[in-house]
């Protein structure tokens, strides 16, 4: 907590233009000084590297290094001076703190972000239930009863939400959300290239990021045995669970895209049966989304509790739970198509889609956009001189 000559401190420093750093990254910045004189966990991860061209650490480096971590987990388990050690380092967790406080920050609109943070898990389930509810209530207005809830409509889903509607519905969501993750990740590029050198992307230091993200590089422990997890054994099954959930998430999205161009470009409206592109791009893809979430969840919940910030918990579980239940009930629906369970499946599985894309910019899924972003940086970064000229690089 402040102190009143700590406020009057960060006052002065307001007026004379400086920034001041929060409690997290502040405690960032300690641990920073301890690890540049240890040095120990160099080749780890992209991290150390990057952390050895700076001998201070102002906002915007803490906000880069913060989202260049991975949470791995390898510094923790190495360091001499972790916890119960009076130096108490435990870089992941400082650093998971300070990531934490960047998807709030750079959230747009800013009211919004912290509200996601405190409430993830709750917040994501009732939004998901009360939407899926809203369009129970539309079908049952609109056909005339309970009984339109439990019929058979002869298989379309246009019968029940005619397509104009659902375009009508989830256009102005998705846009929303793409605009809001834009604007948000526009300021932090903004903010981290001048700290990161200020050089322009080149198309090597592109490739090598795409690899490090399309990998999953940093979550390999640097030896290629894997991360931690609950303990300190190696394992890879949070690189795996993760590659399932983010490739199945792109299948899926991808599913949706080629239905929109089969509708508008081909003229042929949804259903679609296998072997057609969009149905096996759904399936396959709901499906790893399915294994993959529940794989992370499995994790999750055992995870050490050194390693990351309890307060992210909701926040983290919300998101894994939406996305989960966007896969399964998609896959469901699949199962219910000519069955009467057809209308409660599909306002299900709207109402989980909904609710996915209305908190996307402000929870988790900005993790993948700013580590992005912050590998970007740092393969500019590192392919100039060490202006400090003592580092590995
Ligand atoms: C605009 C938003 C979306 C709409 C209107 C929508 C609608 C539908 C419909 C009508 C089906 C049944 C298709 C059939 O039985 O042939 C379906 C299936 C499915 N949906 Fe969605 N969906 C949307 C977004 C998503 C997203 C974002 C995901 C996952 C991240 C997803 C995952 C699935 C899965 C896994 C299936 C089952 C496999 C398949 O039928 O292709 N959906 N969706
Ligand atoms: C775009 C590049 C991405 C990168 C570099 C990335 C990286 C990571 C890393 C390192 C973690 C573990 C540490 C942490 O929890 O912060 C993680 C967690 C997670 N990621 Fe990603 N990710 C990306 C995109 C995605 C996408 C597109 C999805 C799904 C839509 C996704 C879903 C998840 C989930 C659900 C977790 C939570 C696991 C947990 O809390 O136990 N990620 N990601
Ligand atoms: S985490 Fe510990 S062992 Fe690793 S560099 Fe920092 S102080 Fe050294
Ligand atoms: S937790 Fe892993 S990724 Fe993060 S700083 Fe430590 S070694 Fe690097």
């Not at 230091?205 to 300190?232: P, S």
Request: net charge positive; aromatic share 10%; with cysteine.
């Amino acid at each position: 907590m402040h102190t009143l000559e700590a406020l009057a401190r960060d006052a002065s420093a307001l007026a004379n233009g400086e920034t001041v750093l929060s409690a997290p990254e502040t405690e960032v910045a300690r641990q920073m000084q301890i690890c540049n004189a240890c040095r120990y966990c160099e080749g780890f991860c992209a991290v150390f590297p990057a952390m050895t061209r700076r001998l201070e650490f102002g906002k915007a480096d803490i906000h880069f290094l913060a989202n260049l971590c991975h949470n791995c987990g390898a510094c923790l388990h190495a360091c001499q001076y972790a916890p119960p050690h009076e130096f108490a380092v435990n870089v992941p967790q400082a650093m998971a703190q300070v990531r934490g406080q960047t998807y709030v920050d750079y959230a747009w609109p800013p009211a919004l972000g912290g509200l996601y943070q405190r409430q993830g898990l709750t917040l994501s389930l009732a939004l998901a239930a009360g939407l899926a509810l809203f369009l129970v209530l539309a079908v049952v207005l609109n056909g005339q009863g309970l009984g339109a809830l439990w019929s058979a409509p002869g298989g379309s889903f246009y019968d029940l939400f005619p397509h104009n509607l659902l375009v009508g519905l989830f256009a102005p969501v998705f846009l929303f959300a793409t605009l809001a993750l834009a604007l948000g990740v526009r300021r932090f590029w903004r903010d981290l290239t001048p700290a990161t050198s200020g050089a322009p992307l080149s198309a090597p230091a592109t490739a090598e990021a795409a690899d490090a993200v399309l990998r999953l590089k940093y979550l390999d422990g640097g030896h290629g045995e894997g991360c931690h997890n609950e303990d300190d054994a190696y394992t890879l099954s949070r690189r795996r669970f993760h590659h399932l959930t983010f490739y199945g998430f792109i299948l899926c999205f991808a599913a949706t895209s080629v239905a929109t161009l089969y509708h508008y470009l081909l003229g042929q409206p949804a259903p679609y049966d296998l072997p057609s592109l969009p149905k096996l791009l759904g399936a396959v893809g709901g499906v790893s989304l399915a294994l993959g979430t529940a794989g992370l969840w499995r994790l999750n919940l055992r995870r050490h509790p050194l390693l990351g910030d309890a307060a992210q918990k909701p926040m983290d579980r919300g998101f894994i739970a939406l996305l989960f239940l966007t896969a399964t009930s998609g896959l469901v629906l699949w199962l219910a198509r000519g069955t009467p369970a057809l209308a409660l499946t599909l306002c299900l599985h709207l109402g989980a889609v909904m609710a996915l894309f209305a908190t996307l910019p402000y929870g988790k899924f900005g993790h993948g956009i700013f580590r992005t972003a912050a590998l970007l940086r740092h393969a500019v970064e590192k392919r100039l001189p060490n202006p400090v000229g003592l580092g590995a690089d």
